[in-house]
């Protein structure tokens, strides 16, 4: 008899943020390359969006008769929709949590949160999606089986915030599986029209980004240095230029990239200086963990999630003071670069622990989940 884990793919057919689309669909291969003796995967996925997933080795794929915006509306309402059953994995939130028999029917469901912003910071983000987060987390507190998150210190915070018990499993993300500087990273680089060797920044103008503390520690850093700043929303570019000038940096030596595929994204990691972190957010820090995987230094805030995920592969700055933290990361940052060995340090340091992340470990930690289950 065959046991199949039914893998909810709607980020890789109708993505809304690049980061859980890639999470999702790293984690799947995993999830297939380890599966079992006697276990297989199969996917779940909206109806429309860009046809195929795109994973080799899937089972299947299961489609739900409605698109991913209506699916996500059913099933916040706890509308059936005709995917509940079995045992199901979500690499997000969305998932059908209603009432199953896990006992009898062996029917398991298993969702996952990896940032708390929708309670921390709710006043960023559109109060639809505030709300759709809330509203599904309530609903994992009384169906969900498992809520996977990707470090303790985040368990702990959802522990404040909902009554989900016992029931936290914490397991990491990772970097993109093929997150590696390819061969072709100056033309790359080139083609998005960036220097040689600058520090780099990730998010855009929220507070929550904390960029423009980072704008700050470079300016107190006295490191004449390009700047760099990827996974800015389109439209977002002027805002993120105001808070860099405002902070001192003049607009020749700012850079403000988008998004972008992993080839390139590790094209630009393949010219940076450094990584500065400076978000103080609850949630899983996507772009440190690219940082150390690639031996990038890394400098950032000393957060409760930083600290765990960096451990002592990077700089960690314990301040809570914007400006005193800005000092501090700006005095890091011209440390970490005054000479080639502090520097060759600090990569050496990144490097060591970005061999921690693995999505064939998680996916092994999810068989062994549902396996408890």
Known sequence: MVATLRVVLDQLVAPTDPALAEASRDLTRALIAGAPAGCEVEGIAPAGGTGDPGVIGLAGVRRTALARRELATALQLGVGTGIAGGMIHSPTLLAPLIKHDRVHDHDQTVVTLWDLRPWDSPGELPRSVVAWHRAMLKRAVKHADAVVVPSHSIARQLGEISRIG?????????????????????????????????????????????????????????????????????????????????????????????????????????????????????????????????????????????????????????????????????????GGLATTAAAERLAVLAGDRGRAFSWREAADKVWMLHAEL
């Not at 016992?166 to 993300?173: E, L, N």
């Not at 904390?210 to 490191?223: H, V």
């Not at 390139?264 to 963990?289: E, N, Q």
């Open 166 to 334: 016992d029931r936290v499993r914490v397991i990491s993300g990772a970097a993109p599986l093929d997150l590696a500087v390819p061969n072709d990273e100056v033309g790359r680089r080139r083609a998005l029209d960036l220097p040689e060797g600058f520090v780099l920044l990730a998010g855009g103008p929220l507070p929550s980004d904390g960029l423009g503390t980072g704008f700050q520690a470079i300016a107190a850093s006295g490191a004449d240095l390009p700047v760099v700043v990827i996974d800015v929303e389109d439209g977002a570019e002027p805002a993120v230029a105001d808070l860099a000038q405002a902070a001192g940096i003049p607009e020749r030596r700012l850079h403000v990239r988008g998004p972008l595929d992993v080839a390139d994204r590790a094209s630009v990691f393949g010219a940076a200086v450094a990584f500065l972190a400076p978000s103080l957010r609850t949630g899983f820090p996507w772009r440190v963990v690219d940082a150390l995987t690639l031996g990038v230094p890394v400098i950032a805030a000393s957060s409760d999630v930083h600290r765990e995920v960096i451990v002592d592969g990077g700089e960690l700055i314990a301040e809570t003071d914007a400006s005193a933290l800005a000092e501090g990361m700006g005095s890091a940052l011209s």
